[in-house]
């Protein structure tokens, strides 16, 4: 099993950053996919997560959604098995529930939710106007 811990979310005014962390545990021996995907406001269903950016922690290729690019940057520490979400020039539409998930579980787009495998409980950014 894979275990996924996020943190670093929090309140912040728009224009603002913040850097949130996924700490991986398990079966990280080979390389994998991990993204960050957001849930907004009355978006509940997983199908409405927004892929937000994804790395492939072989080569650390990044793959970057159009709606922050510019101002989200993903990265990896592979020593302290953690991922990093970089994010700046925060907007008001930023805000949500962000969640990092990996292992993909079939080939193609890795910043769809329902290719990944792996999940963690999410972690909260709310960005005031």
């Known amino acids: 099993q894979v275990q996924l811990v996020e943190s670093g979310g929090g309140s912040v005014q728009a224009g603002g950053s913040l850097t949130l962390s996924c700490t991986i545990s398990?079966?990280?021996?080979?390389?994998?996919?991990l993204g960050w995907f957001r849930q907004g406001p009355g978006k509940e269903r997983e199908g409405e997560r927004e892929?937000?950016?994804?790395?492939?922690?072989?080569?650390?290729?990044?793959y970057i959604a159009d709606s922050v690019r510019g101002r989200f940057a993903i990265s990896q520490d592979k020593a302290k098995n953690t991922v990093y979400l970089q994010m700046n020039s925060l907007e008001p539409e930023d805000t949500a529930m962000y969640y990092c998930a990996s292992h993909l579980l079939s080939s193609g787009n890795p910043l769809i939710a329902s290719r990944f495998h792996y999940w963690g409980q999410g972690t909260q950014v709310t960005v005031s106007s």
């Open positions: 398990g079966h990280t021996a080979r390389p994998f996919f």
């Open positions: 892929g937000v950016a994804t790395i492939y922690t072989g080569d650390s290729t990044t």
